[in-house]
């Protein structure tokens, strides 16, 4: 059975949690076999037995918010042959050379499924590592330094010796490999260094804490296009928008994969408009609302821009998809049971420059947006079909004396009838000893997307409409 490798987005585990969900609901059914916390390993049920998989690969790419590139993969190697070949402290000569030599040997399998055509040819490649974890010593003075100067060296021997012309490969900044510190080739790059044609390809060794699996790309994600879309836009206000992948991410765990044309969705809290571009991008109706009559006109006047760069017809009747109107009065602005799911970042109070005091953040909670959020699920009720989801953020607060303060959303919730859905079912998981690695129950249940030290986090969750 035929494997491949996702590369994760920088929020790892959400990016891990999306692509679970979409293999777990949408019509490419799969599995993760094997992760760190920079790739996953996935097995598909009948992907490969398809002749356009490659197409399918593409549109798997298109869906995700939280995945970087996609590869095939064509061999492993076990976690003990590396270290033997590339310890620490090299010890014992002989069997570091001889290990080396079966490395080799496994790479030199590999070579023919990489390039279909080697004998005459001018190849090109880079090759990129994944480490377990950036942060690894192993990856800054040994894989680095080491391994990878070693992989570019044999590589392009073996091609030589396998009958190619010319071999080259992408040659990384010395300094960045002399410190340690090295990004794998950026998405962006594999199509300017033209790696997805024939003769040159992306060799990815892809380590997990069980080995390394030696990939070929094949699809990346075009940062660009989303950055555009983001930077572009007419208005935009990058102090309270989420960011593309997030609100890609966040339409992916409506579970709504099948015909996505003819699904429905909300957002009741607009502001600019970020998950509306983004839902129009992966093809859904999309509907919104917002209390600020100027949010509307921006949301309005981002839509019609994007429609416009997209060359698409600019839908029947848009003007009253996006309309003013306070969450609390929702049912009323809407049809009743209308929407497949409800997609959005309620009001998440003031922007904070400096961390506010405890008081003052459970203030705002109680007498603010308590009342939203309640709101929002209460009239959300209303206007979702039933067992519809809704995907919300929630705010954490990080404050001067009190520590983290946050809404009880789940309590909220439960009140208005819609039932938690945790983000990633553990039991489709496979275990890691790492404990950087591994999810506790209570992280599964919603997921933070945040910056280190950032003042109000983003908490995600997924409920469910009960009957
Ligand atoms: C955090 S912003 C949403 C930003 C949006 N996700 C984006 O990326 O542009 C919250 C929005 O909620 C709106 N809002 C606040 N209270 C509201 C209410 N009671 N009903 C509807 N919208 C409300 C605000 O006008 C603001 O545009």
């Not at 044999?154 to 300094?175: F, R, T, V, W």
């Not at 109706?285 to 009559?293: A, P, T």
């Not at 409800?342 to 009001?347: F, H, L, Q, R, S």
């Not at 789940?410 to 819609?418: C, L, Q």
Request: hydrophobic fraction near 40%; proline fraction near 4%.
């Amino acid at each position: 059975m035929n494997r491949f490798l996702f590369v994760l987005g920088s929020n790892w585990q959400l990016s891990l949690a999306e692509l679970d969900n979409l293999l777990k609901n949408s019509q490419f059914q799969g599995r993760i076999t094997d992760y760190s916390a920079n790739i996953a390993i996935v097995e598909f049920e009948s992907l490969q037995k398809s002749r356009y998989y490659v197409n399918d690969l593409m549109t798997i790419q298109y869906i995700l918010g939280g995945c970087q590139k996609i590869a095939e993969i064509y061999d492993f190697i076990d976690i003990q042959t590396i270290y033997d070949g590339f310890p620490k402290i090299i010890e014992k000569y002989k069997k570091v050379d001889y290990t080396r030599k079966g490395i080799l040997k496994v790479i030199n399998s590999t070579l023919n499924k990489i390039f279909p055509r080697i004998q005459n040819e001018s190849l090109f490649y880079a090759v990129s590592i994944y480490p377990n974890l950036f942060d690894d010593d192993y990856y800054s003075d040994v894989l680095v330094k080491h391994f990878l100067p070693f992989l570019n060296k044999s590589i392009m021997s073996l091609l030589k010796e396998n009958g190619a012309e010319k071999s080259l490969y992408y040659k990384y900044p010395e300094e960045n490999i002399k410190l340690g510190n090295l990004n794998p080739i950026f998405p962006h790059h594999l199509i300017k260094y033209g790696l997805f044609n024939k003769d040159r390809a992306e060799i990815i060794f892809g380590f997990t804490e069980e080995g390394v699996y030696i990939a070929r790309t094949f699809t990346a994600d075009d940062p660009n296009f989303k950055k555009k879309i983001d930077e572009e836009r007419p208005f935009k206000e990058f102090k309270s928008s989420i960011s593309p992948k997030l609100a890609i991410i966040m339409l992916n765990f409506l579970n709504l994969f099948e015909e996505r044309e003819n699904n429905v969705i909300l957002d009741p809290f607009v502001g600019n408009g970020t998950v509306l571009l983004f839902a129009l991008i992966e093809d859904f109706q999309f509907y919104g609302s917002d209390i600020d009559g100027t949010k509307v006109k921006n949301t309005l006047r981002n839509l019609n821009w994007l429609l416009k760069e997209l060359e698409e017809p600019i839908p029947l009747l848009l003007n009253e998809r996006v309309k003013k109107s306070d969450v609390k009065k929702l049912s009323s602005s809407f049809n009743k049971e209308y929407f497949d799911g409800i997609c959005t970042e309620p009001e998440l109070g003031p922007f904070y420059k400096q961390k506010p005091y405890y008081t003052e953040a459970k203030e705002l909670i109680d007498s603010k947006l308590n009342s939203i959020y309640e709101a929002t699920f209460r009239e959300g009720y209303k206007v979702l079909k039933p067992k519809r989801r809704i995907c919300i953020v929630s705010p954490i607060f990080n404050t001067i004396d009190g520590g983290e303060v946050q809404l009880k959303i789940e309590e909220i919730a439960r009140r208005y009838n819609f039932e938690l859905v945790p983000m990633l079912d553990l039991n489709r998981i496979v275990n890691k000893s790492n404990r950087k690695l591994q999810f506790k129950k209570g992280q599964v249940r919603a997921i933070i997307d945040a910056k280190k030290n950032q003042i109000i986090k983003r908490k995600l969750y997924v409920f469910e409409k009960m009957n």
